[in-house]
């Protein structure tokens, strides 16, 4: 079974501040861990995914994550948000070659960016 | 190259009324996935075509969905009869054989059953 928790349904910021969006995540084998980022009335796009490789993942518009299997965390970060990064972002988990590809998603953050 | 396309991209409906959802995938991808999610909820599995079958379909709530791939293209998603729990966004996503933990959405369909 796999299951992701993402930590606050809202994460407000301003406009040069750090981003940090918090998942953790279980998992029974090795995880495929991604996150997605949804804007208004347009579908999810994957921003970043980690698959076994180097820990520290670097994705599309600036956003890192980094696995940490000690604390299963896959937290995403930014340096600095810009009105541009407001949307919707989902954390999702999938047992990859090992097992099945579905992801399971957590319940999404919507981040808001204050100028 | 165009990418996953929904249509169509909202539908209200009133309970008991059939409503078929149209997904068109990436050319050339194998997998074709359904999801839902409901508002606040998590984005949920519904299924999973390989080309024309059905590889995993564990996640259709019951027997009022029916979804369907002809000739490994296109997809659509049948509900009849709609129940109220049925609204929500229905997400459709398509992966290459090659890259298949890579998934690329489409825009979604937003249901509204009332």
């Known amino acids: 079974a796999q299951s992701v928790t993402q930590l606050g349904s809202h994460v407000s910021v301003s406009e040069g501040a750090l981003v940090l969006l918090r998942c953790n995540y279980s998992?029974?084998?090795?995880?495929?861990l991604f996150w997605y980022v949804q804007y208004p009335n347009q579908g999810l796009q994957l921003l970043l995914k980690?698959?076994?490789?180097?820990?520290l993942v670097k994705g599309i518009n600036g956003f890192e994550a980094e696995f940490k299997k000690s604390e299963t965390s896959f937290h995403l970060t930014k340096p600095s948000a810009h009105m541009s990064d407001a949307a919707e972002y989902f954390c999702?988990?999938?047992?990859?070659?090992?097992?099945?590809?579905?992801?399971?998603f957590g319940r999404g953050t919507s981040l808001i960016v204050h100028p | 190259e165009a990418g996953v396309t929904q249509f169509p991209s909202h539908s209200v409906i009133e309970k008991g009324q059939t409503v078929t959802l149209r997904c068109d995938p990436i050319?050339?991808?194998?997998?074709l996935y359904w999801y839902r999610r409901v508002m606040g909820k998590e984005i949920k599995f519904l299924l999973h075509?390989?080309?024309?079958?059905?590889?995993?379909e564990s996640g259709m709530p019951n027997n009022r969905f029916l979804a369907e791939r002809t000739g490994g293209t296109y997809s659509t998603l049948k509900v009849q009869p709609a129940e109220l729990e049925d609204s929500g966004v229905y997400f459709c996503?398509?992966?290459?054989?090659?890259?298949?933990?890579?998934?690329?959405f489409g825009p979604g369909t937003r249901l509204t059953v009332l």
């Open positions: 996503a398509s992966s290459s054989r090659g890259d298949p933990d890579t998934q690329y």
């Open positions: 998992s029974s084998v090795p995880p495929y």
């Open positions: 980690y698959t076994s490789a180097a820990t």
């Open positions: 999702a988990v999938s047992h990859g070659r090992g097992g099945s590809y579905i992801p399971t």
């Open positions: 050319s050339g991808h194998d997998n």
């Open positions: 075509f390989v080309k024309e079958s059905k590889q995993d």
